[in-house]
T-cell receptor
Framework: AQSVTQPDIHITVSEGASLELRCNYSYGATPYLFWYVQSPGQGLQLLLK??????LVQGIKGFEAEFKRSQSSFNLRKPSVHWSDAAEYFCAVGDWEAGGSYIPTFGRGTSLIVHP | DTEVTQTPKHLVMGMTNKKSLKCEQHMGHRAMYWYKQKAKKPPELMFV???????INESVPSRFSPECPNSSLLNLHLHALQPEDSALYLC?????????????FGPGTRLTVT
């Protein structure tokens, strides 16, 4: 079965510093990978996704992620963090469920704290 | 319009009450989903509707009853809930339930069961 590991529960960075959030997946075939962001009390917003092709994926809000098959990783990066980036970040891998629907399996999330 | 709307935003209900959560999208999506999310946890899938038919029920207790009256609307009927059912309930939709379609999430309904 597919799974996603986000090793860091919390990450603290200073505003303007660079950011990298880690995600490792376990999946037998080529994975479909996603990063979502959730602000407090809000729903999830898709930042970016990887299906195939270029392994460096650009997303919204200045985020990018790199798919590395050899490391089973899909880390999220941003060169300069803004205070508004403080949120919960979820990595997810998609897979077919028994009902014939393609469903994301979410990691436990990483909480990003931004210091002024 | 790329928005999924959910009403109400907040709901407080007693264990004997009956209430409903509503989700709506006008993106022409044919798959809709209910998730439950506890604090500091990832969303947990509850139900999937594909082309207005229930395709996945993740062993959810019968006190939660989903309904998809049409392709734009998804309801979750609640009855005899327990305090541990207090959570953020998220609705999502996607163009199709297949592998190339990402999910769009609503803002959620914060449910408190007293």
């Amino acid at each position: 079965a597919q799974s996603v590991t986000q090793p860091d529960i919390h990450i603290t960075v200073s505003e303007g510093a660079s950011l990298e959030l880690r995600c490792n997946y376990s999946y037998g075939a080529t994975p479909y990978l996603f990063w979502y962001v959730q602000s407090p009390g809000q729903g999830l917003q898709l930042l970016l996704k990887y299906f195939s092709g270029d392994t460096l994926v650009q997303g919204i809000k200045g985020f990018e992620a790199e798919f590395k098959r050899s490391q089973s990783s899909f880390n999220l990066r941003k060169p300069s963090v803004h205070w508004s980036d403080a949120a919960e970040y979820f990595c997810a891998v998609g897979d077919w469920e028994a009902g014939g629907s393609y469903i994301p399996t979410f990691g436990r999330g990483t909480s990003l704290i931004v210091h002024p | 319009d790329t928005e999924v709307t959910q009403t109400p935003k907040h709901l407080v209900m007693g264990m004997t009450n009956k209430k409903s959560l509503k989700c709506e999208q006008h993106m022409g999506h044919r798959a809709m989903y209910w998730y439950k999310q506890k604090a500091k946890k990832p969303p947990e899938l509850m139900f999937v509707y594909s082309y207005e038919k229930l395709s996945i029920n993740e062993s959810v207790p019968s006190r939660f009853s989903p309904e998809c009256p049409n392709s734009s609307l998804l309801n979750l009927h609640l009855h005899a809930l327990q305090p541990e059912d207090s959570a953020l309930y998220l609705c999502a939709s996607s163009q199709d339930a297949g592998e190339h379609y990402e999910q769009y999430f609503g803002p959620g309904t914060r449910l408190t069961v007293t």
